[in-house]
């Protein structure tokens, strides 16, 4: 019989997802009145400028997030795959492509009155996680008939030197040219160093929200993370999302001075490298709880952590942000953070998702477990799977490794 488990749920949850319903009104509000200027942007884009700008920012990753969690992506992406969009890449892309083809949105089932995303003014990308995200919103800027302009970036990038950032900063710079053709407000960089003091705020609380994983018991989970980073991901810039997480690390402070862990009896601490298995959440949340193992932390809801945004040098420092990124980076840099990871979470191993349609967010297929084994002594476990294309996983396979993984550490302990 299957272990009945208890995940501690954080009240102050219900404060993000006030905080996320707000969002998506105000969103479609604006694109129904005509009254303010939508821009569709990059999860890792240069939101800042666009605040500073006037314009409503939308995030469509996010909403293919929500087509995995609400697991309408698998039937959504054949549609796109029909007119051309390979099932190989980017099931956020496709997944996506394929809900506007077919004229579905999860919006649209959760917020009552919104029928999907809201209509773009300008699409902006930031190709410093993947060169799809530029074909992805080309297609929209096609399909809307409005601009699409966006910043080259490097990538494997294992120092980040000054001819990176003078070649990134420049381009945002150039950035604004056409994004005054589209907005009705004029460039000020006064408000530029508003907005990115704003964001690295967020960023700040961001970082305080997740490092409290830290703590053994752990009052957080990987799981819970991916949907509380919703603030940092679409809010970054606005004083709300600042306001969300003071209220959530109230939450979890409490939970630490009292002890308390997010599982019931955590024996376990693992780190999550990749994407998460987004139709998968929280089967995966329940399964790691009854094995009492608490999947902490990872590499990608700290993707939203950009300790280097400074409001007095607001391009260069962007630029910085925004190229120090873990996906950004070559291997040598990835593992030197991981294993300062590993350790500053007390983690007992490691777990890397190798998600079929996100190379660029895979990190487990170039001999990198086992060079992390050999430098940490900690085993790894690889889990094949996808973010949003369920065809590509399989659950009992996923869990008898899981479950022989966590019997390999319990000898470990002895
Ligand atoms: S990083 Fe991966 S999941 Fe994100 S847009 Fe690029 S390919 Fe898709």
Redesign the pocket.
């Known amino acids: 019989m299957e272990k009945k488990v208890a995940i501690k749920k954080l009240k102050s949850a219900a404060v993000s997802g006030k905080f996320m319903a707000d969002y998506y009104y105000e969103l479609d509000a604006a694109a129904k009145s005509g009254e303010k200027k939508i821009a569709w942007c990059t999860s890792v884009g240069p939101a800042e400028i666009l605040r500073a700008m006037g314009f409503l920012v939308y995030f469509p990753?996010t909403h293919s997030a929500m087509l995995g969690a609400t697991r309408m992506a698998t039937d959504l992406i054949p549609k796109a795959n029909a007119i051309g969009y390979s099932p190989d890449i980017?099931s956020?892309?496709t997944a996506d492509v394929g809900a506007y083809l077919e004229g579905v949105s999860p919006l649209a089932k959760v917020f009552k009155g919104i029928e999907g995303p809201p209509k773009p003014d300008v699409l902006v990308f930031n190709t410093n996680?993947?060169r799809?995200?530029q074909d992805w919103f080309k297609y929209y800027g096609k399909e809307y008939g409005v601009p699409v302009v966006g910043i080259h970036s490097y990538v494997g990038v294992e120092a980040v030197t000054s001819s990176y950032l003078v070649s990134i900063a420049r381009q945002m710079e150039e950035l604004v040219k056409p994004l005054e053709a589209v907005s009705s407000e004029k460039f000020d960089l006064d408000r530029l160093k508003e907005a990115v003091a704003l964001s690295r705020e967020c960023s700040d609380l961001w970082k305080e929200v997740l490092d409290t994983a830290a703590a053994v018991p752990s009052p957080l989970t990987f799981f819970d993370g991916t949907t509380l980073m919703g603030p940092a991901v679409v809010g970054r810039g606005t004083p709300e999302a600042n306001d969300c997480y003071r209220t959530l690390l109230q939450e979890l402070k409490e939970r630490c001075d009292n002890r308390e862990g997010a599982i019931e009896d955590e024996q376990y601490r693992l780190y999550w490298d990749g994407?998460p298995v987004w139709g998968r959440l929280s089967v995966h949340a329940k399964m790691f709880a009854a094995l009492n193992t608490n999947v902490l932390a990872s590499t990608y809801c700290n993707s939203w952590i950009f300790s280097a945004l400074d409001p007095q040098d607001p391009f260069e420092s962007m630029a910085r942000a925004y190229t120090e990124l873990f996906?950004v980076r070559g291997d040598d840099y990835k593992e030197d953070y991981i294993g300062r990871m590993l350790d500053f979470f007390k983690c007992d191993g490691i777990i890397y998702h190798d998600a079929k349609t996100?190379p660029?967010?895979s990190n487990c297929r170039y001999g990198m477990p086992q060079r992390m084994e050999k430098k940490t002594g900690l085993p790894s476990l690889m889990i094949n799977g996808d973010?949003n294309d369920l065809r590509l996983i399989s659950d009992e396979q996923t869990k008898t490794n899981v479950e022989a993984f966590i019997e390999q550490l319990e000898e470990r302990k002895g």
């Open positions: 990753e980017c956020y892309l996680q993947c799809d995200v994407m996906i996100c660029n967010n973010l």
